[in-house]
């Protein structure tokens, strides 16, 4: 096969890396991709760094098994603390979301101060403020966890309890001075209005989906893999666990039907 047209490997802990696969498709329609959700061992956050290196090797080295041209980590947790490890093991291009998301924000920013939120591991990793700061040591980062946002988009909720709960976490932030916000959680996006509401439109949603979407186009055309073909691309689904619940929040965070799922297993060592 014409290396161009081999697959992109996408892997998540779960379902929120399912944004990401949303924007991957939506600005790179021509390409085949296989998606991986480690559902027998969601979430990644409360594990140790090392437990979660681990997951990270053992599903990359799944996915570049099936010959893909490039591995894209839309997991925060992962992207935090195994991207170093799984690019000096592998020899494809390897894209995070942290990165995506800290050099957008960067040069989104009018007055140097930017917001970020995310899990309560993804901040408690710093990760957003160290690629935020290698770009530019001046600026300014305020975090902070918002761990109720998780559960609430999975489960479909809207309206009274959401705008609560983001009100309660998003004050401090807005209060710092703040002029752009980066949604430092694959879940996120699909609260994008609500949090828009509440911090107001003069602050700057970075979607870190999106931008890591378009740093995936960046690579490809930079490196002459994007695909050429006419036909239908493919899209491949893979679970660690039942696929029952993954189809029904997944098609939500997809804004599709999922297709051409199935369940694996992961037992490869570092």
Same mark, same amino acid.
Request: proline letters at 3%; charged letters at 25%.
């Given at each position: 096969?014409?290396?161009?047209?081999?697959?992109?490997?996408? %892997?998540?802990?779960?379902?929120? =890396?399912?944004?990401? !696969?949303?924007?991957?498709?939506?600005?790179?329609?021509?390409?085949?991709?296989?998606?991986?959700? #480690?559902?027998?061992?969601?979430?990644?956050?409360?594990?140790?760094?090392?437990?979660?290196? &681990?997951?990270?090797?053992?599903?990359?080295?799944?996915?570049?098994?099936?010959?893909?041209?490039?591995?894209?980590?839309?997991?925060?947790?992962?992207?935090?603390?195994?991207?170093?490890?799984?690019?000096?093991?592998?020899?494809?291009?390897?894209?995070?979301?942290?990165?995506? =998301?800290?050099?957008?924000?960067?040069?989104?920013? &009018?007055?140097?101060?930017?917001?970020?939120?995310?899990?309560?591991? *993804?901040?408690?990793?710093?990760?957003?403020?160290?690629?935020?700061?290698?770009? #530019?040591?001046?600026?300014?980062?305020?975090?902070?966890?918002?761990?109720?946002?998780?559960? !609430?988009?999975?489960? =479909?909720?809207?309206?009274?309890?959401?705008?609560?709960?983001?009100?309660?976490?998003?004050?401090?932030?807005?209060?710092?001075?703040?002029? *752009?916000?980066?949604?430092?959680?694959?879940?996120?996006?699909? !609260?994008?209005?609500?949090?828009?509401?509440?911090?107001?439109?003069?602050?700057?949603?970075?979607?870190?989906?999106?931008? *890591?979407?378009?740093?995936?186009?960046?690579?490809?055309?930079? !490196?002459?893999?994007?695909?050429?073909?006419?036909?239908?691309?493919?899209?491949?689904? %893979?679970?660690?666990?039942?696929?029952?619940? %993954?189809?029904?929040?997944?098609?939500? %965070?997809?804004?599709?039907?999922?297709?051409?799922?199935?369940?694996?297993?992961?037992?490869?060592?570092?």
């Amino acid at each position: 096969m014409d290396k161009k047209e081999r697959s992109i490997g996408i %892997f998540d802990s779960g379902i929120g =890396g399912l944004t990401v !696969l949303h924007e991957i498709h939506k600005r790179l329609p021509k390409e085949h991709t296989i998606y991986l959700g #480690d559902t027998a061992r969601v979430p990644y956050g409360i594990r140790s760094p090392e437990t979660v290196i &681990r997951y990270a090797f053992e599903s990359a080295q799944f996915l570049t098994a099936k010959n893909i041209k490039v591995l894209v980590i839309a997991c925060n947790s992962a992207s935090a603390v195994s991207i170093d490890t799984l690019r000096k093991s592998f020899s494809l291009p390897i894209i995070g979301v942290i990165e995506p =998301g800290a050099k957008a924000a960067v040069v989104a920013t &009018r007055n140097r101060k930017i917001g970020v939120i995310g899990t309560e591991a *993804t901040i408690r990793s710093q990760a957003y403020d160290i690629a935020i700061r290698r770009e #530019d040591r001046s600026m300014e980062v305020f975090s902070h966890a918002c761990p109720l946002f998780v559960p !609430l988009v999975e489960e =479909g909720w809207s309206g009274t309890i959401v705008e609560l709960a983001g009100e309660a976490y998003l004050k401090d932030i807005s209060d710092k001075g703040i002029d *752009t916000l980066v949604l430092g959680c694959t879940h996120y996006p699909l !609260l994008k209005h609500v949090i828009s509401r509440i911090v107001g439109q003069n602050i700057t949603l970075i979607d870190s989906a999106v931008e *890591t979407a378009k740093q995936l186009r960046a690579v490809l055309h930079e !490196l002459s893999l994007a695909a050429t073909n006419e036909d239908k691309s493919i899209q491949e689904f %893979f679970v660690t666990d039942s696929p029952a619940r %993954f189809l029904e929040v997944g098609e939500r %965070f997809l804004g599709s039907k999922i297709h051409n799922i199935k369940k694996t297993a992961l037992a490869m060592e570092v």
